[in-house]
Every structure is written in C-alpha cells, then in structure tokens.
C-alpha cells in the first residue's frame, strides 16, 4: 500500500495516498497543525482509496476545529461522499465541503 501524505502550500493541505484504517492515526496526528487557527482547506483530490476511517478522520478534524477556526474539505471522492450517505454524516461533511 502507498503512503499517504498530508502536504502543505500555505492554508491548504493536499491530502494523496490513501486513507485507510492502517494509517488513519497516523493521518489524525499528522492533521494537528490544520489547527493552528484561521482558515484551511484540506483537498481530496490526490485520494487514491478510502473506508470508513477516512469518514471519522473528517468528523475528528472538525471536532477539534470547532470555533476555534474554519474547516473546509474540497474534491471528495464519490467513495467518501457514498460512505458518509451509509452513516447518515453527508450534510455534515457537505457543510464543510462548501464552507
């Protein structure tokens, strides 16, 4: 399995690689410094793979963003979106999606 890589280019991260139960603690801890304040966008675009880790990772980094600053994803896959629909967690994810 490729490794995946959170790669930063001012406020927005490009997240590439998959994003999978094997790496998705490591992928949360590397997330901490999209918490540094003001506005970030993480692009999905580079995502090769996903499961449901990568719906929780999302809803984790929102957590921890919460009113502290304003968390925008970008280019999800339509993998991501289905399994975000599964769990009844689409509109959230969307909201962020279009922040």
Known sequence: MAASTLIRDGNLFRLTGPVVKDNAVSLLEEGGVLFGGGEV?????????????????????LRRGNGRQSLRFVNLPANLLSLANLYGVTDVLQQAEGA
């Open 41 to 61: 966008t993480v692009d999905f675009s580079g995502v090769t793979e996903v499961d449901s880790s990568a719906v929780s990772l999302m809803l984790e980094w």
